[in-house]
């Protein structure tokens, strides 16, 4: 059974730049989780979805948005990029209740 | 308060070694998960746990839920074991706007030397 993929595995962009960064959970898991891990900090929630719908956010600013499809993959946008959006991006699926299963990162690094 | 706190920071071992990291939290949880981060940054997850001890291989996970404090235990270390240890909590209820996600422990830095 495949794990939670992320794509792309890593990423340069520009500053003021925006950039998708794709998340596909475990085959039957409807929730899926975005993190945030920038260098030297711990990781941070950005958002959750579930079904769906967006069920929490972090403390982040809206221009940090993202979207759950129908077949439960996800898509996590940053508008504006600025240099401290340099980070790794970690995606976890859910089947629901306090399960998570992580996807490797998408290394993104803003110049 | 709904902070995750671990200990140690960092921590360095010779192989061989028994080793110990922990972990505390300040409020009821439905789970715990022990998370490894080796340096390329990708998270495989050790263990969840809700009560009692977890055992896989060289590695043992226990949970006192009274004392809202988990361990995670690495019998004959090897240089392999080297990584990052992170220690993350669900809330049974919804703390400082947690609801849903995991909150996480700022990790220990293993490094276990030849």
């Known amino acids: 059974e495949a794990g939670v993929t992320q794509s792309p595995t890593h990423l340069i962009k520009t500053r003021g730049q925006q950039v998708t960064l794709r998340c596909s959970p475990i085959?039957?898991?409807?929730?899926v989780y975005w993190y945030q891990q920038a260098l030297g900090l711990g990781l941070q929630f950005l958002l959750w979805y579930d079904e769906g719908e967006e069920r929490n956010r972090g403390n982040f600013p809206p221009r940090f948005s993202g979207r759950q499809f129908p077949n439960y993959s996800s898509e996590l946008n940053v508008n504006a990029l600025e240099l401290e959006d340099s980070a790794l991006y970690l995606c976890?699926?859910?089947?629901?209740?306090?399960?998570?299963?992580f996807g490797q990162g998408t290394r993104l690094t803003v110049v | 308060k709904n902070e995750v706190e671990q200990s140690p920071q960092n921590l360095t071992a010779q192989e061989g070694e028994f080793i110990t990291i922990n972990c505390s939290y300040s409020?009821?949880?439905?789970?715990l998960h022990w998370l490894q981060q080796h340096p390329g940054g990708g998270i495989v997850s050790l263990f969840m746990l809700s009560s009692g001890k977890k055992k896989h291989g060289r590695l043992i996970a226990t949970i006192n839920i009274q004392e809202k404090h988990s361990s995670l235990h690495i019998t004959a270390s090897h240089p392999r074991d080297s990584a990052v240890y992170i220690c993350?909590?669900?809330?049974?209820?919804?703390?400082?706007?947690?609801?849903?996600?995991?909150?996480f422990g700022k990790g220990t830095k293993l490094s276990v030397k030849p």
């Open positions: 976890a699926s859910s089947p629901g209740g306090p399960q998570a299963f």
């Open positions: 085959s039957g898991h409807t929730s």
């Open positions: 409020v009821g949880i439905s789970a």
């Open positions: 993350a909590v669900k809330y049974f209820r919804d703390y400082g706007g947690s609801q849903g996600n995991l909150i």
